[in-house]
């Protein structure tokens, strides 16, 4: 995009200002940052953000969905969860491709908002994806005790933890590639769910050793279509939207993209189309398989529905496909949180160290650094589950919504500014549809998620803890360098 027909921010103030001849930065100009290499393409952006959404969401939380909604209430949430992801994604897509940079949802809000809220949504999406580290390591180490009880569970943490380094550390090129099959392995399980839950369903189930549930015949439960009451849909939305946290890595990835004016566009519709099948496919055949009141989080639903349907050794195969998924969300996590530091030490808002690259064109320092966040958050899950590590799951729930909220909120304003500053929409590689509509609803629907989660006991926590970690995030910025430009005036 042209520097003549946006509005700029300077990283160290938060009022816009008028186009003028300075050089643009990386942000502007629509260039990699320094070093960064743009070696990945549409398969590698959609497998990413397939990566980040298709894991213990899907794989094992979608029973509580489906106990607190109802079979056509999670059915229900899901869509809308598809629904909401698609309208973020329309204004990620605009800004993706405006400002294409590593680690780019703070940028995104410090050029359109202000730089106090860029740097809030970076530490809230680094804390995010640090907490979800630590949560991958220690249940794909638990899982692994099916089948290795006597060695403990630390020590696979130890190992999961250094095989995602190693990925992160060769290449973006060669972090995506392993992404991709990662991926590639969680697709297959959903596949084969909605393939023989459906065949199952319309009665040909030659495995199954006794009766069927026929078609939707589980959705008229003893309490009627919604069992809990619609309040039960709303209830679940935040967790829904939290299964499909991850889609927004495309924005992340936008700096190391090849040819994102064409590559963005294409991941972003081939995501939302899958997610939408596969998330939504699979609840559909899930709930319509197990009653309500007989799903939980003690078993993943997949296990119960293909054990159902008779297929062998299916608590194994499903065991193997769920560690692939929490190593695949882990690869990801890793991926985006060295990528939030790395640009936020661009901006001047995080040691200079971390924008250090190697040959390969890495953040080491960042990937390390993120990488002992991830083991932090780990051993205060065992050491302070109650306390610390509470605060730290309260607040990662919060994020993901949180920085949602950023994006759309981002497009809003950056949009408005690229008009009012004499820019044409039709110049635009990309323009997400129906403006101002799409971004009002996606931040209305977001903020409808965070105020029903006051209502629920199980889930309030991340209002406690969220809202004051984003207070503490605006207070530091103000003291740490607001009062900075203050004194230089």
């Known amino acids: 995009m042209e520097l003549s027909s946006t509005t700029r921010l300077d990283p160290q103030t938060s009022s816009p200002l008028e186009p003028g001849p300075a050089e643009p930065g990386p942000a502007e100009s629509g260039l990699p940052a320094p070093g960064l290499r743009r070696s990945m393409g549409p398969r590698h952006l959609v497998m990413i953000a397939m990566g980040g959404v298709i894991g213990s969401g899907l794989f094992l939380s979608s029973g509580y969905t489906i106990s ?22 329309a204004c990620l897509g605009e800004l993706a491709i405006a400002y294409p940079v590593s680690g780019a949802f703070h940028i995104y809000a410090a050029r359109s908002i202000g730089p106090a809220t860029g740097f809030t949504t970076a530490w809230l999406y680094w804390l995010c994806w640090a907490v979800a580290l630590g949560s991958e390591f220690t249940a ?38 392993s992404e991709f099959w990662f991926s590639i392995i969680k697709v297959g399980a959903i596949v084969v769910l909605i393939a023989f839950g459906g065949a199952a369903l319309v009665g040909f189930h030659p495995l199954a050793g006794g009766p069927h549930p ?191 909220m950023s994006i759309t909120a981002s497009h809003f304003f950056h949009r408005r500014a690229f008009v009012r500053n004499g820019g044409n929409i039709y110049d635009l590689a990309y323009r997400a549809p129906l403006f101002p509509a799409v971004p009002i609803l996606a931040f209305t629907l977001c903020l409808i998620s965070l105020i029903g989660i006051a209502f629920d006991p199980n889930q309030v926590a991340a209002l406690y803890f969220g809202i004051p970690f984003v207070g503490a995030c605006y207070a530091f910025f103000y003291f740490k360098y607001g009062r900075r430009r203050q004194l230089a005036k």
């Open 214 to 404: 026929f078609l939707l015949e589980n959705f008229n439960t003893s309490g009627g279509l919604f069992p809990n009451g619609f309040s039960g849909v709303l209830v679940t939305a935040l967790a829904v939207f939290y299964a499909f946290s991850g889609s927004e890595l495309i924005g992340v990835a936008a700096g190391e993209t090849a040819n994102p004016e064409t590559s963005i566009p294409k991941a972003m519709r081939t995501t939302v189309f899958r997610l939408l099948i596969f998330f939504v496919g699979a609840i559909a055949v899930i709930a319509a398989t197990i009653p309500y009141d007989q799903v939980g989080l003690d078993e993943s639903p997949f296990v119960t529905v293909f054990s159902s349907i008779g297929i062998p050794y299916a608590a194994d195969i499903m065991n193997f496909v769920i560690i692939t998924a929490l190593l695949s969300a882990g690869n990801s996590g890793l991926f985006s949180c060295a990528r939030m530091l790395f640009s936020l030490s661009e901006e001047g808002h995080a040691p200079k160290a971390f924008r250090k690259l190697t040959k390969q064109g890495i953040p080491l320092i960042a990937l390390c650094v993120s990488m002992v966040g991830g083991l932090a958050s780990l051993i205060s899950s065992v050491v302070a589950p109650e306390t610390v590590y509470l605060v730290l799951v309260s607040v990662a729930g919060f994020a993901v919504v949180g920085v949602w």
């Open 140 to 177: 794909a180490g638990l899982l692994m005790q099916r089948w290795f009880p006597g060695i403990e569970v630390w020590v696979w943490c130890v190992v999961f933890a250094s095989v995602l380094f190693a990925l992160n550390a060769v290449s973006s090129r060669f972090f995506g590639e």
């Open 68 to 89: 607190q909604a109802g079979p056509l209430g999670a059915v229900l949430a899901y869509l809308v969860g598809a629904f909401v992801v698609y309208l973020v994604m």
